[in-house]
C-alpha cells in the first residue's frame, strides 16, 4: 500500500511562502504522477498543481498560476510545491496525490493514492 506524507505546512503572513513536501514509503514515486489538491472546510477539493512522472510537464490552476511552482526529487522520492505571494484565500488543507498513469491530470479521479493533508493558514 503506497502511503504519501505531507509536510511544510503552517501559519504565514500575506505576501509570505511556504514549500509543501509530499513523501512516499513503501514505494518509489519516480513510478506515479503527482497531484496537488487544496480543500476548505464546506467545500469540494480543488486541484492545485500537478506534474508527471519524468517531471518534464506541469500543469496548475489559474489562481495559483504564476505563484506556485510544483517538482520532485527523484533521488529524496519527494514532491514539492513551493507557493510564494500566499493570500488568505490560499488558505486550506493540502493535500498530495499519486496517480499510477504518471501523468499530471487534474482529475482528482485520476489519482489512486492520497496522503492526509497538510493545514496552510495564510493571516492577512
Known amino acids: 500500500q503506497v502511503q504519501l506524507v505531507e509536510s511544510g505546512g503552517g501559519l504565514v503572513q500575506a505576501g509570505g511562502s511556504l514549500r509543501l513536501s509530499c513523501t512516499a514509503s513503501?514505494?518509489?514515486?519516480?513510478?506515479?504522477?503527482i497531484g496537488w489538491f487544496r480543500q476548505v472546510p464546506g467545500k469540494e477539493r480543488e486541484f492545485v498543481s500537478g506534474?508527471?512522472?519524468?517531471?518534464?510537464?506541469?500543469i496548475y490552476a489559474d489562481s495559483v498560476k504564476g505563484r506556485f511552482t510544483v517538482s520532485r526529487d527523484i533521488g529524496a522520492n519527494t514532491g514539492y510545491l513551493q507557493m510564494e505571494s500566499l493570500n488568505p484565500d490560499d488558505t486550506a488543507v493540502y493535500y498530495c496525490a499519486a496517480s499510477v498513469f504518471g501523468s499530471s491530470s487534474s482529475t482528482a479521479s485520476q489519482y489512486k493514492y492520497w496522503g492526509r493533508g497538510t493545514q496552510v493558514t495564510v493571516s492577512s
Open positions: 513503501k514505494t518509489r514515486l519516480s513510478a506515479y504522477g
Open positions: 506534474i508527471n512522472r519524468s517531471g518534464s510537464n506541469t
